[in-house]
């Protein structure tokens, strides 16, 4: 008895990136929950590299106006320091952004029942399956980390702009913003991956035998 | 009464190959408290390039046994044979080759993939199959003009009638030249005239291609056509019928033949 090869990646890719084009619409409000979440993740660590550049770039009352501002200082070590509190609003939209985001695969698996079944029907394998869905997780993971980041990033300097001025821009370390923007897209890709695994083995479990069925 | 396929005597088809054996296969489904013996012991032989038709009410295990002839359900106890493999043997890739290369499937509610065109859902098999490009392409189009569809490859389902997605379905099944097809219940969404244009059609491959076709069917109009057909009731085979038999027991008085035996 022959075996089955699994597919190359090109090919899976070029199913995934049809499967997202045709629903793009609902793609797109998978996603936004994970362009607001990692939006907030980008504009909370912008807006620290802001206020970092100021503090180093000095002057003669930018520490109490930080102060004023509600940024913690490390005074000895002159820095800004991101606070508990901070952090934990931070993780936690995150947390719920992966919640969200089980939900909508599991959903979308659960539409795609009779799709999954029968492509395994035709040949497909498991693998195959679990590719799939994390491919599109992947793309819309990366897409949306993107966009939320390029938001997170341009709320956070108009904000400071507004608040300080001009020297924003003069002061600004921009690699330290580039840093801060490339981490929050992997954050938010692997995120996306993340909520993405289960409904994708739910799937890749699922007996061809189901595309048989007619009631759904 | 049981009726064993093997004891039975083909004229024509003594020396012929038998795609598909069953050797007293029976299924059980727990369903926690109680034990449902929905096969209570199937022997059936299928002999290549056959049109079979199982018929049998509902609850019958018809679909049941209908699943395990195509590899997608294993038996309780006994054995399943296709083309001479025994399917419980196999692993995953192997049971996945099988359902690529050897079985093409009919679904009754289509099961077109929604997000692809009439031609990708036709090529899929093929990629699945390792075959991509133009070899496949052009196959696909092949496939679209022998079942009737020229000029509809870039249609999707939805644009499709259910009639033209059934040809679709059909002209997919053909995509690997498999050795059988499995059509479960091939007619039922669609109205009497197209369900007969498929019936046609089915039987045409059938007879054109040598390609065994195994339906589950409620649709006495599949009868006419079939060289055999396979009555269930109540998890065993009640009885084996051959072509000429039928013609005479269905001739004129459509509806009365097969419901009181």
């Known amino acids: 008895m022959e075996r089955l090869a699994g597919l190359p990646l090109k090919i899976s890719l070029g199913i995934a990136l049809k499967s997202i084009k045709v629903r793009f619409f609902r793609s797109l409000i998978t996603t936004f929950s994970l362009v607001l979440a990692v939006a907030f993740l980008s504009f909370t660590h912008i807006s620290d590299d802001t206020a970092q550049s100021l503090l180093s770039y000095g002057g003669p009352d930018i520490l109490s106006t930080l102060s004023g501002l509600g940024y913690d200082i490390d005074s000895a070590a002159d820095s800004i320091i991101a606070s508990p509190k901070q952090r934990w609003i931070v993780f936690l939209s995150l947390l719920v952004c992966v919640v969200g985001i089980i939900n909508a695969q599991l959903m979308s698996v659960t539409e795609r029942f009779r799709e999954i079944g029968t492509m395994k029907c035709l040949g497909a394998l498991d693998s195959f399956v679990v590719k799939i869905f994390l491919i599109e997780a992947a793309l819309q993971g990366l897409a949306g980390s993107i966009a939320g980041t390029v938001l997170g990033g341009l709320a956070s300097l108009t904000m400071a702009l507004a608040r300080f001025g001009l020297i924003v821009f003069t002061s600004l370390s921009w690699p330290a913003v580039l840093e801060s923007m490339i981490i929050a897209v992997i954050i938010g890709t692997s995120l996306s991956l993340l909520g993405a695994l289960y409904p994708a083995l739910v799937a890749a479990r699922m007996q061809p035998v189901e595309a048989m069925r007619v009631e759904q | ?233 109540d998890g065993r085979i009640e009885k084996i019928q051959n072509r000429e038999e039928l013609d005479i027991k269905t001739g004129g008085v459509e509806e009365t033949s097969g419901g009181d035996v």
């Open chain 2, 1 to 233: 009464m049981k009726t064993s396929a093997a004891v039975e005597t083909y004229r024509e088809d003594m020396t012929s190959k038998k795609i598909v054996r069953v050797t007293d296969v029976t299924k059980d489904f727990d369903l926690g408290k109680i034990v449902v013996h929905v096969l209570k012991g199937i022997d059936l032989e299928i002999a290549t390039g056959h049109y079979i038709s199982i018929m049998g009410p509902s609850g019958s295990g018809k679909s049941t046994l209908f699943n395990m002839i195509g590899g997608l359900d294993k038996p309780t106890s006994g054995k399943v044979f296709i083309d001479e493999v025994d399917i419980a043997q196999l692993d995953a890739y192997e049971l996945a080759w099988l359902r690529c290369r050897k079985i093409g499937y009919i679904f009754q509610t289509f099961n077109l993939i929604p997000v692809m065109t009439a031609l990708e859902n036709i090529t899929l098999p093929m990629t699945f199959a390792g075959s991509t490009g133009d070899a496949a392409t052009k196959k696909g189009i092949e496939l679209l003009d022998l079942v009737g569809l020229e000029g509809r490859h870039s249609h999707r389902p939805s644009e499709l009638s259910g009639g033209q997605q059934q040809r679709v379905a059909v002209a997919r099944a053909l995509a690997n030249d498999p050795s059988i097809i499995l059509a479960d219940e091939p007619t039922g969404n669609l109205d009497l005239t197209t369900g007969e244009d498929i019936i046609t059609l089915l039987k045409k491959l059938s007879r054109e291609r040598r390609v065994t076709v195994i339906s589950a069917t409620h649709d006495y109009k599949m009868l006419n056509v079939s060289d055999k057909v396979i009555w269930i009731r």
